[in-house]
């Protein structure tokens, strides 16, 4: 039997070269804290990654890992775990990495709903190449590739998760280590593809990008923690909420218009309709707070096991059973 690990048997003797300070810190911690909760044997864990100052990852790890090429990581997370169905497979990736170059094979990888985990690191700019905008960048920002602002919408990855028939879809801030752990474990045990959007803080290239939300003295009445089960609830005083009006979702005080908590919409991450997930997923600032938390979990087929139960039916069908008999199947020709 293999015995039980520790976070600190997960950390590598590799130095950590992020800037200090930087939001990869606290998701690395999050991560070697997750992973032994999941119970799965430590010589089961796999973890992939692109190129991006996020993909630095693996080495910091002491697990199995691959340092991948750029925006191929989704491709070969997906071949891994439909090689070997007993790893537990994570992909560490950036906005860039994920969402640019990587775009395609994220998409199909939900898609598929391959059993795989996808830590989507979202800083809104390229770090590693020094400040270029992304597909997440906001639109305006000036950057070293956008000196008057870029004119481009940027990408929602949750959305685009939805889009994709998503089954699994998270968001969290990078500090808040005890959330982002909570969440990784979760994904772990969702069976098909786990996104995990993390708003993490470039505090070279792109610092303060999520400080709305984050401030300190506002971040009660900017977010809201969704948790099944439980009414969207949120602010310093408890006393904001969110109701359905009509198709729409909408802020209201509880106290006031005769609104009771009663009438505060109760989050379902397993509704197999996503279109309330969706919502939830583009609430934006100031209008709204910002979901965090997990927002879709809902149950599908995996790609491994469908594969899988197609391979022991044609099998089961086959005359063919070694390679002899392969290789003397059909037309023969014997050269004298």
């Given amino acids: 039997m293999t015995k039980s690990y520790t976070a600190k048997e997960l950390k590598s003797s590799v130095g950590v ?6 939001g990869d810190h606290a998701i690395l911690n999050a991560l070697q804290k997750a992973i032994p909760e999941t119970g799965v044997v430590h010589e089961n864990i796999a973890i992939v990654s692109g190129i991006g100052c996020s ?11 691959m340092h991948t ?12 775990k439909s090689a070997n169905q007993n790893l537990q497979v994570w992909q560490i990736t950036g906005d860039g990495d994920c969402l640019a170059i990587g775009g395609n094979h994220f998409i199909h990888a939900i898609r598929r709903n391959i059993d795989i985990n996808i830590i ?19 639109k305006g920002q000036i950057t070293k590739t956008s000196p008057y602002g870029t004119i481009e919408q ?19 801030i990078d500090v808040d280590i005890a959330l982002v752990s909570n969440i990784f474990v979760q994904a772990a045990k969702h069976k098909g593809t786990s ?39 949120f602010g ?15 802020v209201v005080t509880i106290g006031e218009n005769g609104i009771t908590e009663k009438d505060i919409l109760v989050h379902d991450a397993h509704m197999q309709n996503p279109i309330i997930h969706l ?6 600032a100031p209008d709204f707070p910002v979901a965090v938390g997990i927002i879709r979990d809902v149950n599908a087929e995996t790609y491994e096991s469908l594969l899988l139960a197609q391979e022991n039916e044609q099998i089961e069908k086959s005359s063919i059973t070694c390679m002899d008999e392969l290789f003397m199947h059909g037309n023969t020709y014997e050269i004298v």
């Fill in 17 to 22: 070269k992020w800037c200090a300070g930087c």
């Fill in 279 to 284: 919502a939830l997923i583009n609430m934006k």
């Fill in 195 to 233: 996104v995990i959007e993390i708003l993490q803080n470039c505090v070279i290239f792109n610092n303060g990008a999520h400080g709305y939300i984050t401030d300190r003295e506002e971040k009660e009445n900017r977010q809201i923690l969704l948790e099944h089960g439980k009414p969207m609830i």
């Fill in 69 to 80: 090429i750029h925006g191929r990581a989704s491709a070969i997370a997906s071949g891994l």
């Fill in 120 to 138: 989507l690191f979202n800083n809104e700019i390229y770090g590693l190449t020094k400040g270029q905008y992304s597909p997440t960048s906001k």
């Fill in 55 to 65: 993909s630095r990852l693996p080495y910091y790890m002491e697990t199995y890992g």
């Fill in 154 to 172: 940027p990408f929602n990855p949750g959305a685009l998760t939805i889009g994709a028939q998503g089954t699994f879809f998270a968001r969290a």
């Fill in 236 to 250: 310093k005083n408890r006393d904001k909420g969110i109701v359905l009006n009509g198709l729409d979702l909408q």
